[in-house]
């Protein structure tokens, strides 16, 4: 037929599908848009990418009547791809803020991942397929991880057997894939999963396409640590955006001149890390705090550009808090971060902004539900909410001294203390405010926060490694997984906080953008020393 490069696709407007969009575009095929039931009755093969929370999404298809012309396109066994909530709702049912019906095609219930025994909720990252029967789309994945982000699953059952053609461990075995007949959906994010995520897509789109099995050097069995570039982005004294790094937070060369370090271009090196193999690209705009990040409309072309080309997840970061501009007009936080994740964010970080909501809730003890990280994590899930934190280490004779969590420390400080507290600032390291870094991990996780990117002022930059004691204190009190960040170095920095510390992954800015170690062998050295990750 003439619509032969057509997929149609099932996009309910509940956050964002555009890197679902960029894949499918990338793979040379036109997306049509469902307006109507009909346009999902009429389709050749519809592809559903699932957004948002499970109830929500079901009042809408219900209410559309696309939920009666979805149950019948399946039923008919047509071409059809779900993705992650896409998934879900084929179930008879959810316990997220529930229980709630779904389209009840697949036996079994939707349930939370149970957080004890160490498995951080959400579960975030790149992990292992089990595959259970021939499901033809996932014929490329073979040893290689794929990226899931997600805090409820189905459980494969008797009831369900004959649906189920994958699942993965993460704690219990739940449901990675189905497939019967045409009828296929997916747990993970194929758009998010690299090449081996295109291969699915390609796949479901093309049914004849040759595959592009490739050999690897690991074999994927567990979730796997995560390896991530980080780009703090800014204008430099000229205007243009360029990516900079700074020692300690001083982005500035000591020069006569003084000006922004300059160490490329965003788009460029986002590219050219996904092509060495980053498990995630972050974009932290860093005078955000300052100027109004929808005003600064290229950072926006950054995420947009980015997003057409790379397809492991973006994170972005910077001035997402409410705001009124120069004529008065006022944005919440929350339209902030819709800008951002229409244009190609997964994740949006919140820095000084989640340091005010933490001392306001430490002080009132009421969840207002007003602050940007309650908004945004209602609206987008708590796995889309990343809280950035900016201790300085402030070292004291005795913990009695301060009202914070202190932690004996390996190396005692310049007069011998042997103590120290880290200390939250803002505005980009330059306030301190009364509240630990501790105090304030505990509290962001409360407020909805789904993973916490912990840097360290006094390590950023100096290549010395990580704080290990800072990372282990904070990973070891949140139950949400926690990346490091600041002060890698070498490839044994890696090695080292992930054996000594409960990081889910593993931040550095510097080494990459000076080339001095390439993601590649950060990786070929985890998985040397026997820790999981992403090849
Ligand atoms: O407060 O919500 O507007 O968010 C501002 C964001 O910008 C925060 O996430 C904050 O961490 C970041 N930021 C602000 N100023 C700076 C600066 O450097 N002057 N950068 C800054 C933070 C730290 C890491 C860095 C690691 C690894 N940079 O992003 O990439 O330390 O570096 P390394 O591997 O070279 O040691 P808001």
Redesign the pocket.
Known sequence: SSSGSVVTLLDYGAGNVRSVRNAIRYLGFEIEDVRTPEDILNADRLIFPGVGAFASAMDVLTKTGMAEALSTYIKNDRPFLGICLGLQLLFESSEENGPVNGLGLIPGVVGRFNSSNGFRVPHIGWNALQVAKDSEILDDVGDHHVYFVHSYRAMPSDDNKEWVSSTCNYGDDFVASIRRGNVHAVQFHPEKSGDVGLSVLRRFLNPKSQGTKKSTQGKASKLAKRVIA???VRANDKGDLVV???DQ???REHTKENEVRNLGKPVELAGQYYKDGADEV?F??????RDFPLGDLPMLQVLRHTSENVFVPLTV?????DFTDANGRYYSSLEVASEYFRSGADKI???????YAAEEYIKTKVKTGKSSLEQISKVYGNQAVVV???PRRVYVKDPNDVQFKTIRVTKPGPNGEEYAWYQCT????REGRPIGAYELAKVVEELGAGEI?L??ID?????KGFDIDLIKLISDAVSIPVIA?????SVEHFSEVFMKTNASAA???????RKEVPIQSVKEHLLKEGIEVRI
């Open positions: 980080c780009l703090d900079t790094k700074g937070y001083d982005v972050s932290l705009n860093i005078t955000g705090f970061g910077g001035g997402i808090r970080s919140i820095g000084s902004d989640a340091v950035s934190i900016d803002v505005n980009g390291g990117l840097n360290c390590c950023d930059g100096q290549g960040s600041s002060g890698a170095g931040l550095a800015a510097g080494i990459f953008h």
